[in-house]
């Protein structure tokens, strides 16, 4: 079964068609960054904009690559939530067109549920029950899953998502946005043990807080720089060393161990309370290489997590969810609206 995905939550408009829910024949991604870099962060009436010029060309691109005509289409799978509401409706219209046009099935899908699907994709078939991490710009949700379409929230954020908390550390140590590959960028050329930020454990809950972690970021950076003692380029060809000053770089990787040690540990702490089989990750954040190697080391179960660009925002993962539901029945009719609040459990 031939699946088209369209995702236009955020700021990257995407299309891609999967082969019965795993193979992936094409996946297009047309990302604002670059628009939005300036404002440090999205802008929504921008968003839902270039949405509007990008989608028809990107499906178009998306069937051009999957070397398939209109004909060879069994159904049509969008997300309807949660996400920005203009730029929602830009994809749930152009699905609603194609599908009324074509004479194709129509699935609306949940955003976060198409993350958890990317580890479904390249033939791998996850085994229940697991507990899958999904650490997006928008999300930090741990999720006890006992088969498809079965979640059950075991801990969410108390503020800022993972991937949020991300972005405006980098803002603040000026490295760029996204936060996301900049910090990791940084972090690399970090010293460790030079900077220990906190950790809010919130005792046994399963629950995350990552504000008090910027502000905490926020604090010691504006200290070091009052001291004279913050450098911010790490290849200072060793001058920081002399003096025992301290990088952005060293305050990258110092933030990025604190999150990715809470993200771990309770992960690892669920596993165990609820006996899973094996730990999946999802979402934009599950692309980071320390919280990959750092899940695989501390849990001690099979952890698995899609390639870095089916983590990020993109198509294919909405098109495999829709191609697992298709299966069971779901269907949606020309009715389907877009749900910017929608929640997964
Ligand atoms: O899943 P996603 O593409 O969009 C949402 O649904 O939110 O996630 C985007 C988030 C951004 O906050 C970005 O900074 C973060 O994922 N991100 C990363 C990395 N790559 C993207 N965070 C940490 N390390 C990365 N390598
Ligand atoms: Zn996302």
Redesign the pocket.
Known sequence: MNVLGIES??D?TAAAVVADGRHVMSSIVASQVELHAAYGGIVPEVASRQHLIWIIPVVRQALEEAKIGWADLNAIAVTKGPGLAGSLLVGVNAAKAIALARGLHLIGIN?IEG?IYANWIYGREPTFPLLCLIV????SDLILMRGHGDYQLLGRTRDDAA??A??KAARILKLGY????A??AAADKGRHGRVRLPRAWLGQSFDFSFSGLKTAVLRLTEDLSNRGLLVEECDGEGQEEKAGLVTSCDLALGFEEAVVDVLVEKTRRAAEDFAVKEVLLA???A???LLRSRMAERVPLPVFFPPPRL???NAAMIASCGYFKLKQGARDSLDLDVHPNLKLA
């Open positions: 939550s955020c990257e955003h993350h997006s710009g928008g999300h991937g949020e991300f972005d996204p936060g996301g590959p910090i990791q979402g934009g954040v692309s980071n290489t983590c990020t925002d």
